[in-house]
């Protein structure tokens, strides 16, 4: 069965889009740890971020580098943090997540945004890539 992110990507499930080449897709976190939380993914589904070949992997992260870059310039933080986990989507995404305090690199205090929100957040990131 397709993951919700190939979904995501065939379009049949409506995201925040931020950035996207022929391979990758990066889209706001539905749920975010703090504004501008960013997905990252390929649009290749696999699981595990390390069954992808070399070269994906390290295409993945050059296209993260990226979008991470368009973050740090809109979005007011201290940095920009990656996270890897997958337990909840087995499709590979990395996490950039707007970092103020440590707080914001766990996944347990969440950002009420409205579509509004996201919208807006999303057109600020993806202008600024
Ligand atoms: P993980 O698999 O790394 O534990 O977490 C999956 C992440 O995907 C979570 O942060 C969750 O909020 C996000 N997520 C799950 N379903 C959707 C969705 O349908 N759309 C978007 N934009 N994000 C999602």
Known sequence: MASIFTKIISGEIPCYKVAETTDFLAFLDINPNAKGHTLCIPKKEENKIFDLDENEYVELMKFSR??????EKVIDCKRVGMTVI???????????????????ARF??????????????????????
């Open 108 to 129: 347990i205090n969440k950002q009420n945004l409205s579509p509004e929100d996201f919208k807006n957040i999303a057109t600020q990131i993806s202008e600024a890539i």
């Open 66 to 71: 990226k979008v991470a870059k368009g973050i």
């Open 86 to 104: 997958g337990l909840e989507v087995p499709h590979v995404h990395v996490h950039l997540i707007p970092l103020t305090t440590m707080e914001d």
